[in-house]
């Protein structure tokens, strides 16, 4: 009975030794895990430090002082007009340039079509601009340039001029009416009897139309609704014409079975 109750007594003191073994274990597994939590969070908290005071001094040394600004793309604009709406002060740290308010800034002028901003460290910003290609003048309270697919640039500022096609008569300047006209002006038919830059205007009124060509200066009058044929008709006008050396200074297309030419030097 002695034995038994010692050997008892031994089992639950090696109970209790594991345990309190266990317990410890578990006690310096937490106090390592805190302990790696509280430096990481630490370290995290110096490198972020670290990140700022490195930006501050990034973005207030005279290293990277703005020096130069070069500008790309640029025909109907200037370079200084384009530093002038990109209004950026000389000498301002490039890193604090916010170049989304310099990009709005330039599109408030209507020939840029797109551009491209970049830093090029330590002090020198690039703009390459691509602009808005003119086309054609149309005229309607005043005369605007416009592109090949009839947007509005802007309207002709007092004394500029132009070498364009003019586009008149047009009941309104708005676009689909823009389009349809620039549809016959950018026809193939058009451009293989007439190329655009031969045509000084394109007048409009209802229905009628009428070319004014620049070299030769040629009246020619014709027909939305029946245009293709017309130009047709043109081309082979022009070609017997060519070969037989008469200038013609007005030549109108219509009428059904034949075409009016008046020759230069005739009533």
Same mark, same amino acid.
Do not use: C
């Given at each position: 009975?002695?034995?038994?109750?010692?050997?008892?007594?031994?089992?639950?003191?090696?109970?209790?030794?594991?345990?309190?073994?266990?317990?410890?274990?578990?006690?310096?597994?937490?106090?390592?895990?805190?302990?790696?939590?509280?430096?990481?969070?630490?370290?995290?908290?110096?490198?972020?430090?670290?990140?700022?005071?490195?930006?501050?001094?990034?973005?207030?040394?005279?290293?990277?002082?703005?020096?130069?600004?070069?500008?790309?793309?640029?025909?109907?604009?200037?370079?200084?007009?384009?530093? =002038?709406?990109?209004?950026v002060d000389k000498n301002i740290n490039i890193l604090t340039i916010n170049l989304n308010n310099v990009d709005r800034r330039i599109?408030?002028?209507?020939?840029?079509?797109?551009?491209?901003?970049?830093?090029?460290?330590?002090?020198?910003?690039?703009?390459?601009?691509?602009?808005?290609?003119?086309?054609?003048?149309?005229?309607?309270?005043?005369?605007?340039?416009?592109?090949?697919?009839?947007?509005?640039?802007?309207?002709?500022?007092?004394?500029?001029?132009?070498?364009?096609?003019?586009?008149?008569?047009?009941?309104?300047? =708005?676009?689909?009416?823009? +389009?349809?006209?620039?549809?016959?002006?950018?026809?193939?038919?058009?451009?293989?009897?007439?190329?655009?830059?031969?045509?000084? =205007?394109?007048?409009?009124?209802?229905?009628?139309?009428?070319?004014?060509?620049?070299?030769?200066?040629?009246?020619?009058?014709?027909?939305?609704?029946?245009?293709?044929?017309?130009?047709? +008709?043109?081309?082979?006008?022009?070609?017997?014409?060519?070969?037989?050396?008469?200038?013609?200074?007005?030549?109108?297309?219509?009428?059904?079975?034949?075409?009016?030419?008046?020759?230069?030097?005739?009533?």
């Amino acid at each position: 009975m002695e034995y038994e109750r010692l050997r008892s007594l031994q089992k639950i003191h090696r109970k209790r030794l594991i345990k309190s073994h266990i317990n410890r274990s578990a006690i310096i597994i937490l106090s390592r895990t805190t302990l790696y939590v509280v430096s990481l969070f630490l370290i995290i908290l110096a490198l972020q430090e670290g990140v700022k005071l490195t930006l501050n001094y990034l973005r207030t040394t005279s290293f990277f002082s703005l020096q130069q600004i070069e500008v790309y793309g640029v025909n109907r604009l200037t370079e200084a007009s384009v530093m =002038e709406l990109a209004s950026v002060d000389k000498n301002i740290n490039i890193l604090t340039i916010n170049l989304n308010n310099v990009d709005r800034r330039i599109k408030k002028n209507p020939w840029v079509k797109s551009l491209r901003l970049r830093r090029i460290l330590p002090g020198t910003l690039r703009i390459t601009i691509q602009e808005k290609q003119a086309y054609a003048v149309v005229l309607y309270d005043a005369p605007y340039f416009i592109t090949r697919d009839g947007e509005i640039i802007k309207a002709l500022s007092a004394g500029e001029e132009t070498d364009l096609p003019i586009i008149s008569g047009l009941a309104s300047k =708005e676009e689909p009416y823009i +389009r349809n006209a620039l549809s016959i002006l950018n026809s193939p038919e058009g451009q293989k009897v007439i190329p655009t830059s031969q045509i000084g =205007e394109l007048h409009f009124e209802d229905n009628r139309l009428t070319f004014y060509t620049i070299s030769p200066a040629i009246k020619i009058l014709g027909d939305t609704r029946s245009i293709k044929d017309q130009l047709y +008709r043109l081309k082979l006008v022009l070609g017997d014409l060519q070969n037989r050396q008469l200038n013609a200074r007005q030549i109108d297309l219509n009428y059904s079975k034949k075409v009016v030419v008046k020759l230069k030097n005739s009533q």
